[in-house]
């Protein structure tokens, strides 16, 4: 981005993201400012991303969920976010509309980016859901999904897929959008909590 490292938001970004998020303008350049000063460079790298997220999970591991996460939003491949795929990822990841965010979780449980999920791919995100979860609330979860093998073979039976099958993004889409207790089970809702630490950095 021509002017990140510069202290006022472009006009452009600005009207980008009002229009493509719930934010204000007001919030968005306070976010601004909080995002330059632990990020002078105007970009995030996947390390700092990281950080960040250890720093609001200190009873959990989110190293591999933050990984996922950053790959994601990380729309041009190119190792680093800027502010605006930040902000998007914010906003989709806590209260973007349901389509929007179904999308997020396809392209999230898409680890290798090829279209389709495997059963190995679901293992992958949910284990690092599972990693996220303090151990004491993990006891506190339904006997059929304690486990982040058997929260997995939940979802995959849900959708009536044998060992080698995939998913295509229309039918994961449609099966969740079907059925509230899968919804439940493919995501996480802590990133609200997220939302509420950058506000209180302001």
Not at 28 to 55: D, M, N, V
Not at 122 to 131: C, E, S
Not at 143 to 154: G, I, L, S
Request: charged share 30%; with cysteine; hydrophobic share 35%.
């Amino acid at each position: 981005m021509g002017n990140s490292k510069s202290s006022a938001l472009s006009k452009e970004i600005l009207e980008d993201l009002k229009m493509n998020t719930k934010y204000s303008e007001a919030e968005l350049s306070a976010w601004y400012t909080t995002f330059l000063k632990e990020c002078p460079s105007g970009r995030i790298t996947k390390e700092q991303f990281e950080g960040i997220y250890a720093s609001f999970f200190p009873n959990a591991d989110p190293t591999d969920y933050a990984r996922h996460v950053f790959r994601s939003f990380d729309l041009n491949a190119d190792g680093m976010l800027d502010f605006k795929e930040y902000i998007i990822a914010l906003h989709l990841t806590s209260s973007g509309k349901t389509m929007h965010k179904l999308e997020w979780a396809f392209a999230l449980y898409d680890v290798d980016g090829n279209g389709t999920i495997s059963k190995n791919e679901v293992q992958d995100i949910v284990k690092a859901i599972f990693n996220m979860i303090p151990v004491e609330d993990q006891k506190k979860l339904p006997e059929d999904e304690n486990t982040p093998e058997k929260r997995a073979d939940k979802i995959w039976n849900f959708f009536q897929k044998k060992e080698n099958d995939k998913i295509a993004e229309g039918e994961f889409i449609q099966g969740v959008m079907d059925n509230k207790d899968i919804l439940r089970l493919i995501q996480f809702d802590e990133p609200k909590k997220i939302q509420d630490k950058l506000k209180e950095k302001q």
